[in-house]
Nanobody
Framework: QVQLVESGGGLVQPGETLRLSCATSGIMFRIYAMGWYRQAPGRQRELVAVVTSSGLTQYADSVKGRFTISRDNLKNTLYLQMNSLKVEDTAVYYC?????????WGQGTQVTVSS
């Protein structure tokens, strides 16, 4: 059974830092591209960052220079380091595994940035 479990969200002030984790099980983690998405109230889910099986990364323009996606293939875990958080980063953040024949989503973790 495939399972993705996000953690690390919370309430922070602008300029502060959070590190999200996505623990996976039931997949050959190292061979799949992984991603972080987010969804704010009233908006569509959007791509934040992806990392391929070979380690290549890509980021949304809105988070470039502030967020870093990484993976630990020995721990089967995906990470998102979020620095210099802004109010507009407030959203539920979801982990995604690009498996075949379909992808899988985690349950999401809430990130709230507020003064």
């Amino acid at each position: 059974q495939v399972q993705l479990v996000e953690s690390g969200g919370g309430l922070v002030q602008p300029g502060e830092t959070l590190r999200l984790s996505c623990a996976t099980s039931g997949i050959m983690f190292r061979i799949y591209a992984m991603g972080w998405y987010r969804q704010a109230p009233g908006r569509q889910r959007e791509l934040v960052a992806v990392v391929t099986s070979s380690g290549l990364t890509q980021y949304a323009d809105s988070v470039k220079g502030r967020f870093t996606i990484s993976r630990d293939n020995l721990k089967n875990t995906l990470y998102l380091q979020m620095n210099s958080l802004k109010v507009e980063d407030t959203a539920v953040y979801y982990c995604y595994a690009n498996l075949d024949p379909r992808g899988y989503w985690g349950q999401g973790t809430q990130v709230t940035v507020s003064s």
